[in-house]
Structures are given as structure tokens and as C-alpha cells.
């Protein structure tokens, strides 16, 4: 049970946040941004700490699926609200998301992927330090049994991609261990992810995959081998099937714009 009295977030947002109706977590979600950007606006720094620190103790880690909900997309609409300055509350928002990727719920899991899709597309290279559990996050999520799930997680991956190619500082050193410890895994949509990381990163300049990739196993060496010759025609069919994205997830349910993005119903 929330306590509404002394609370960071006034009784109607709480109340909004922890509703069955996507349409009043949303309606709730964009009033926990306008409130944050007034706090910001007025160097309330304590209090945004509190909000976020509410919505991810009582919200995304809740037993209340809603609840969940609601905790996830009230933790995306804060990062929207703190777009000057998120960077000195990445460590408030981005555990609560990552620990939601195993949900046993796959709409929570979806809300999760999503919920981090818009934190890092306004942290940007920001959100690099938290890279491996990240990166550790989409193998689960590519491993996911729920389809949408895994469109969901495909468009993180590929925003988290852009956000390593347009940065100087990325550690490709610090990634080889990860490629070493995922590519054991059997699961097909793992290796692709591993491959297709493994692609983009040859294509920056200045990273030597060549290099890394004599001290990564030759199992990965086989599996990127075997990969790379079916990869001209996957870019080829996923440029003539692909659907433009603004920001969004695409699927078959009706949707609606929270800022920045479009949500799904559920």
C-alpha cells in the first residue's frame, strides 16, 4: 500500500500511476515530467531524488503488476523531464529498469525495454556506463519467449548502437569479455545480437575488431564467419521490410504518444 500522505507525488498521480488503465498511468506519467521539470526549474534536486526513488521502490519493484507499470513509465517520463542534467540521476533510474527485464510478466518486460529505450535516448552517451548490465539485459531480452518483447528489445539494441558509434571513448576491451561469455549460449537470437554487434563495431574507424577478435574464442570466430555471409542479404530484407520508427514500437495494437514516443495499450 503507497502512502499518499507526505509523499513526493501528489495522491492523484499515485492514484494514476497504479491504475489498470494505460490511459491514466500515461496521463499520470506526463504530469511526473511536467512536476520534475519544475523542480529542476527551480533547483529542487532532493526532491526529484525522492520522486525517482518512489517510483522505483513503490512502483517498478511493486508486487502489483499495474503497479509496475506505472513504476517504469513514471521512471521514462522523469528522465524526460531532467533532460539537462539526467546525468546525476542515472544511478536512481536505470537499476529499477534493468532489474524489471526479468519480470515474469512479458508486458512488464516490454514496459522495462521500453522505459530504457527513453532514458538512453536522453542520457545518450551517458548511459554507457551501465553498458554491460545493459548489454546483459538484451541477451535476456533477445532470448524472450514473447514476440513483442523481442521487437521491443531489437529497437533498444539498435539505439544503444547508434549511442557506442557516435562516442570516442567506448571500451572495446571491456566488451570482448561479454562477447566471450555470451556466445557459449546456443540460443540463435543470442548469437545474432553477438554478430551484429560485432558488425557495427568493425565499421567504426576507430576500433580495431580485427584485433579483438584473435583473442575472443574460436567458436565466436566460427559463428561470426558463418553469420557475416548472410548478412548482406539480412540488411537487404530488413531495409525493404522495415517500418519507419519515431522513437516508437511498433505493433499491431492501437497506440498513443507519450513525449517523444508511441506506447502500446496493455
Known sequence: MIEEEGSSLPPAILRGLGDRSYDKRKAAALEVTALIKSCQEGGERDRISSVINLLAQEFARSRNVHHRKGGLIGLAASAIGLVPEIDRFLHLLIPPVLECFDDPESRVCYYACESLYNISKVARTSVLRYFNQIFDGLCKLFAHVDVDVKNGANLLD????????????????????????????????????????????????????????????????????????????????????KRTHTLSYSHTTRSTRLPGRLVQHA
Open 158 to 241: 539498435r539505439l544503444i548502437k547508434d549511442i557506442v558509434t557516435e562516442t570516442e571513448t567506448f571500451d572495446i576491451e571491456a566488451f570482448i569479455p561479454l562477447l566471450q561469455k555470451h556466445i557459449k549460449r546456443t540460443k540463435p537470437y543470442i548469437r545474432q545480437l553477438l554478430v551484429g554487434w560485432i558488425i557495427v563495431l568493425d565499421a567504426v574507424p576507430d576500433i580495431n575488431m580485427l584485433d579483438c577478435k584473435y583473442r575472443t574464442p574460436t567458436q565466436l570466430q566460427h559463428t561470426t564467419h558463418k553469420h557475416t555471409h548472410t548478412h548482406a542479404f539480412s540488411q537487404q530484407h530488413t531495409h525493404t521490410h
